[in-house]
């Protein structure tokens, strides 16, 4: 089946799945999750095949890391299923409503999109959650995953599909995986307007400027996360350097890892070289400018280059800066959009930062790694948006909705 044939087919299967109830859809949902799991040895096996294959093909070490799963991350995901099945529906709330002077009663009700389509690298993850995020909002979901993980993503849509074919009112079409990797069979699917009515793009520099070039369906960009801590004067030093390690080490192959620390001018000498010692000792590669390379003589000189840089890695940009204003500027020039954080014990200072950094998601006094769909509470994500339409931040339920206008009349007429 081609590409189109595909998207046709999720189209077609769309005006049966948007008429699901609650219920059904949170029944299929339960449903997938258990068959994720009915599933595993399969779905485990297949992953070792991909990641075994990918580190003989060098792979990098973030990739690799993206693409495996792992116990708890096979946990994880059919918890995240299963959470999703608590969350309230939004299709069907009234957003809003508003009563006319000439009687007109105005609802603004969230409806769902239709077709909802992703192409992602790496993360079979990606094709459980999607798929599930999509039936709860009420859209049909077409993936297209990378070559690297056909196995894993093939042995996660049987399992789905073994759910799905389960459930008399749900139909084949409503979940879809690509399964030719090929950047033809991509593109085919970002043109395919006439089908999808929303795309969304979870990868690096490549895979996005295609989309940005050979686009015609509606888009929103899963960017990259060039993410900061801005460390201010008034600073709880402990919490800082919490927080800091936090969002370099935790896990630094994801998009909400800090890439680089902004420092206040007042921290440099008696704050800073404590925590490169730490960031260090985690094996962390400090690059750093010429104040930071005074102050911890082991840092590399840092280039113009790292600070637009997404390391996706254990390396780090460290600059020190006279003020927030200075802090912010630095955001303005290098930042995605993706997450920002300041620790600050000045309230001012805080909300500044806050106000003023152009962001989908900005942390006061704790890490950018909460930059993340189930943190916020959303179940899971389909991605982060990095852009201003029609959504910024982790894209959760209600940002696969749309609402539509619903006006209820006791027989006005419009005389002009």
């Known amino acids: 089946m081609s590409v189109t044939d595909v998207c046709r087919a999720a189209a077609e299967a769309w005006t049966e799945l948007k008429g699901l109830t609650t219920e059904r859809k949170n029944a299929l949902l339960l449903d997938m999750a258990g068959a994720i799991e009915e599933h595993r040895d399969r779905i485990i096996a297949a992953n070792e095949a991909d990641v075994a294959a990918a580190r003989e093909n060098g792979v990098s070490a973030t990739l690799v890391d993206r693409l495996t799963l792992t116990d708890r991350r096979m946990a994880g995901l059919v918890s995240a299923i299963r959470t999703i099945a608590d969350l309230p529906d939004p299709v069907g709330q009234v957003v809003d409503g508003w009563t006319r002077p000439n009687g007109l009663l105005i609802e603004r009700v969230r409806e769902p999109i239709g077709v909802v389509a992703v192409i992602y690298e790496a993360r079979p993850n990606v094709t459980a959650e999607v798929a599930a995020l999509c039936v709860k909002s ?46 033809d069979a991509a593109q085919e699917l970002m043109r395919a307007k ?150 600050a014990r000045d309230i001012d200072v805080a909300r500044r930062f806050a106000r003023e950094v152009d962001s989908g998601s900005v942390f006061v006094n704790t890490s950018t790694r909460y930059s993340d769909g189930g943190e916020f509470g959303y179940g899971v994500e389909i991605g982060v948006s990095t852009q201003k339409l029609h959504i910024r931040g982790p894209i959760g339920l209600t940002a696969l909705t749309t609402v539509k206008n619903v006006v209820w009349g006791t027989g006005q007429t419009r005389v002009v």
């Open 138 to 183: 009420g859209n049909c979901a077409v993936l297209r995953g990378s070559s690297m993980a056909m196995a894993t993503n093939t042995a996660v849509m049987a399992a789905l599909d073994s759910a799905i074919a389960r459930h008399d009112a749900v139909p084949a079409a409503a979940v879809q995986l690509v399964t030719d990797p090929s950047r």
């Open 194 to 343: 006439e089908f999808v009515d929303l795309l969304v793009p979870r990868g690096g520099p490549e895979l996005i400027a295609s989309v940005e070039r050979h686009a015609t369906v509606p888009t929103v960009i899963d960017g990259a996360g060039n993410c900061h801590v801005y460390i201010d004067r008034s600073a709880d030093p402990a919490m800082a350097t919490a927080v800091a390690i936090n969002a370099k080490t935790s896990r630094p192959s994801v998009c909400n890892a800090m890439e680089t620390l902004l420092v206040h001018e007042e921290l440099a000498q008696d704050w800073l070289p404590g925590v490169l010692d730490e960031l260090a000792a985690a094996g962390v590669e400090i690059r750093g400018d010429a104040t930071v390379r005074e102050v911890w003589p082991k840092a590399v000189a840092a280039s113009e280059e790292d600070w637009g840089t997404e390391y996706l890695d254990l390396v780090l940009a460290v600059r020190v800066v006279p003020d927030v204003g200075a802090a912010i500027a630095h955001i303005d020039r290098w930042g995605t959009s993706n997450a920002e954080a300041i620790v």
